[in-house]
């Protein structure tokens, strides 16, 4: 599929009470990484934090992927302070790789950054942060042809997981 | 490491408690009327929610240690602040009907479906799985210059999403 025509999904936002993240939890992700961070940390963004989470669906309303943003402080060293938009987890469904919904994911989530930094009221920073591994070629990848910038060239080390991981970001308004 | 360990805990909701009883015994002059006594409560269930929140966060970027018999009175002293709000909310049910709209009824509607947000499916915060909350990165000049280079979309850029767009546009022109 041509980058400039990303695959259409339909987002829908769910609540950790909901049937579909029960099922996304069940997913048979390659990197177990992945499950631990979705049933570990998306629920304390969401429940601590302003986290918010989306499932996708496509045009014949298969769930194909979900993501989630949430508005913190993680990397306010680099923002002035100020809270910043950021993407926690976001994936497609082993089953439904290779079919550009990824792209189409990552594009919804800069739109509901850019939501969050012109909201009346409490607007965020306008730079959008995520991490990535940098075993997660794929991903780099995609993150990079959504105009996404590595912070640093040389990555940085994960003391815990013993990985090393990029901080990537984007402007996400005009 | 420092903790938010159970005396502190004990503390903060006796301290809530204890403005609560002033209020309700009608001391102090926040407290005149049944509006201002709701509003109270309303406050003072939003700084609880607050701290447990921040209690939450501070164990998710490993900035306190988590103490499970911390956990158990955030939860035990939060289910007594829910029943004694929703107490009050009777009288404020009550108050209405026979006379006017209470400002403070709304106030602590919200306030206590925020309580009942938290509470229900409780989470139990553990140390962030991924690494931006929890690594303590120390982020150069370079860095800084890096974010505040990077730039902004296109002067035509809008969301794919039609109704992140249509959101856009309102927001901008308020």
């Known amino acids: 599929m041509a980058d400039h025509s990303p695959a259409v999904v339909i987002p829908t936002q769910i609540h950790l009470k909901h049937g579909l993240f029960r099922a996304i939890c069940h997913w048979p992700f390659a990197d177990s990484f992945v499950g631990r961070l979705l049933r570990y940390d ?11 989470m989306w499932a ?12 989630s943003i949430d508005v ?16 926690p987890l976001l994936a497609v469904n082993p089953e439904s790789e290779g079919r550009g919904y990824g792209k189409a994911i990552v594009r919804h989530l800069i739109g509901e950054a850019a939501l969050l930094a012109v909201q009346p009221g409490n607007p965020c920073h306008d730079v959008l942060f995520l991490d990535v591994y940098t075993t997660s070629v794929r991903a780099i990848g995609l993150y990079e042809k959504c105009g996404f910038l590595k912070l640093r060239d040389q990555p940085l080390f994960d003391d815990i997981e013993q990985q090393t991981y990029f901080i990537m970001s984007q402007r996400i308004l005009p | 490491m420092t903790t938010f360990d159970f005396n502190q805990v004990r503390d903060f909701a006796a301290g809530v408690n204890a403005e609560l009883d002033q ?10 009327t049944i509006d201002a006594t709701l509003s109270y409560c309303a406050e003072r269930c939003g700084k609880f929610i607050e701290e447990v929140r921040k209690w939450g966060r501070d164990v998710f970027a490993g900035r306190v ?19 004694r709000a929703i107490n009050l909310l009777t009288l404020g049910n009550q108050a209405e009907q026979s006379c006017f709209v209470l400002d403070g009824k ?9 309580v009942h947000q938290l509470l229900d499916g409780w989470v139990t915060p553990k140390l962030s799985v991924g690494p931006s909350a929890r690594q303590k990165v120390v982020f150069t000049d370079a860095d800084r210059r890096r974010i505040e280079s990077l730039p902004s979309l296109p002067a035509d850029w809008t969301p794919d999403d039609p109704h992140q767009a249509a959101q856009l546009r309102r927001f901008k022109e308020l």
């Open chain 1, 42 to 52: 998306i629920p304390q963004r969401i429940k601590l934090g302003n986290g918010r």
């Open chain 1, 56 to 67: 996708y669906l496509d045009a014949a309303h298969e769930v194909i992927g979900f993501g």
């Open chain 1, 72 to 87: 913190c402080s993680d990397y306010s060293d680099l923002t002035g302070g100020k809270p910043h938009p950021y993407i």
């Open chain 2, 23 to 32: 209020c309700e015994n009608g001391e102090g002059a926040q407290c005149r």
């Open chain 2, 65 to 83: 240690a988590f103490d499970p018999a911390a956990e158990q009175l955030w939860k035990a002293e939060l289910s007594q602040l829910y029943l």
């Open chain 2, 106 to 114: 709304r106030k602590l509607e919200s306030s206590l479906w925020n």
